[in-house]
């Protein structure tokens, strides 16, 4: 899994189709672009933004391209942090 830390590199990935996921956010974000917008999507909201508002937002951010094992890494990990956070008695 190649981190992308160049948000120039992420809007050309984006123009080519691809989805990124972000590695910085709690909640799971996915973007991806349609129509020259960019569209984030996230268990908590969902909206188009341009490639300026991206760069402002997430300037921050690392993220890795969208594949299945990319999902199935992430669910693990959430799977982890739910079974650890658990109170035994």
Given at each position: ?89
């Amino acid at each position: 899994m190649d981190v992308i830390t160049d948000l120039k590199l992420a809007i050309a990935l984006l123009r080519d189709k691809r989805i990124l996921v972000s590695s910085n956010s709690k909640a799971r974000t996915l973007i991806l672009m349609r129509d020259s917008k960019i569209v984030v999507l996230s268990e908590n909201a969902t909206y188009t933004i341009t490639e300026e508002d991206f760069v402002d937002i997430f300037k921050n951010d690392t993220f890795v391209i969208y594949t299945q094992d990319t999902y199935d890494a992430l669910a693990a990990n959430e799977k982890d942090i739910e079974y650890y956070s658990w109170r035994h008695k």
